[in-house]
């Protein structure tokens, strides 16, 4: 198999603030204009928890606590040709108020409850999630 055609993996992270998690809109690589939750690939000997905490740090300057899995969805972006296993962890906020850090990667950055997601959301990413755990968006 062409290694090229083989899935990535992808952590994000759901920080949870007062009831609300934080969202970022994605610029420069598919998804361009989406909102999403912080998060990237996964490096080599990195594990779960490691990513989204490194990510949220450089993303948007935030320190995360209490890490935990939340799902794993199979999402495919056929448009772009491409595909990802997504790590949905979640966590709480430590530290820091979010920063821009990467504004050729992001564009706004927002606090929403689950059930007031500004639009366009990163999908199939959301919509993979929500059919996971519908018990979030109630």
């Not at 062409?2 to 992808?10: F, T």
């Not at 690939?41 to 990513?51: A, I, Q, R, S």
């Not at 989204?52 to 799902?71: D, Q, S, T």
């Not at 050729?104 to 199939?124: C, R």
Request: hydrophobic fraction near 40%; proline fraction near 7%.
């Amino acid at each position: 198999m062409n290694d090229s055609k083989r899935p990535n993996v992808g952590a994000c992270v759901l920080i949870w603030r007062d009831g609300k998690i934080l969202l970022i809109e994605r610029r420069g690589s598919h998804g361009h204009g989406a909102w999403a939750t912080p998060g990237g690939h996964l490096e080599f000997g990195e594990n779960w928890e490691e990513c989204v905490k490194r990510e949220a740090m450089e993303e948007i300057g935030v320190e995360i606590k209490n890490v935990r899995f939340l799902a794993a969805t199979n999402d495919i972006f056929p448009s772009h040709d491409k595909h990802y296993v997504s790590i949905w962890m979640e966590a709480d906020w430590a530290a820091n108020e979010p920063q821009n850090m990467e504004p050729e990667k992001a564009g706004g950055i927002a606090w929403h409850t689950l059930t007031d997601l500004p639009s366009p959301l990163f999908e199939p990413s959301w919509s993979n999630l929500k059919k996971l755990k519908p018990e979030l968006f109630i």
